[in-house]
C-alpha cells in the first residue's frame, strides 16, 4: 500500500497487465478490471484474506404505495456530468443517466439500475497535483447531511465516518438505515451542489 494508510492499491500503472481499455469511452474514464482478472491480482498480491469491515445493513424491498421520489438529479459540475435517476416501480429500482443518456454497465450492456441511491454532501477543496494538473479532495471523513432515494421515496440522513478505514454510517431520527438488497450507488455531491428530486 504506497498511501501510507494501509489501502490496498490496484493502480493500473504497476498491475497494467490485469485492467483493460474500452474503446467506447474516453481516458482516464474507460479502464476496466473484471471479476476473474481482480480476483487473479488480489491473490497475486496475497490479498485473500476475508474482509474484516461490517456491511451496510439490509432489508426486505417494500416499495411505496405513494411515489415521492421519482426522478433525482445530482448535478455534479456541469451538463456532461449530472446524473438522473428514474424510479420504476416495477422493479423497484433507479435507471441512471448521465448527462440525458442512459448510463450502460460496460461489463452486461445493461442499464445501470440501482436499489437505492446515497446523495452525500461533502466538502471539496480544489488544489493542483504535482504535474500542475487540477485536483479535487473531497472530505469525508467527519458528519454531514445527505438523502437516501429508495422504494420511490427520500429520507434526509446524517451521514458519518469515523476515520478513513471505517464505515461510512446513514442514520436518520429513527437509527442506522438499512438499504435494500442489491446494488446502491453513492453520489458525492460538493456542498452547494444540491441533489433534487421529485
Known sequence: ARSGKG?????????????????????????????KALSELVTAKGWGD???????PRKDDTPAET???????A?????????????DKASNSYSREIAGKADIDANNNQPIKPKSVIAVMAVNSYGQQPNGKPKNDIDIIGTGKGFIFQD??????TWSKASAVSRMKFTDASGEIKFNRGQSWVCILPIGNPVTYK
Not at 411515489?67 to 438529479?73: D, F
Request: hydrophobic share 30%; charged share 15%.
Open 75 to 87: 448535478n455534479f459540475s456541469g451538463p456532461l456530468y449530472k446524473a438522473t435517476f428514474n424510479y
Open 50 to 56: 476475508p474482509p474484516t469491515f461490517s456491511p451496510w
Open 67 to 73: 411515489v415521492t421520489a421519482s426522478v433525482i438529479t
Open 152 to 157: 420511490g421515496t427520500a429520507t434526509a440522513v
Open 7 to 35: 489501502f490496498k492499491d490496484l493502480d493500473q500503472f504497476y498491475n497494467g497487465r490485469y485492467f483493460r481499455r474500452i474503446n467506447t469511452r474516453y481516458s482516464p474514464h474507460n479502464l476496466y478490471i473484471y471479476g
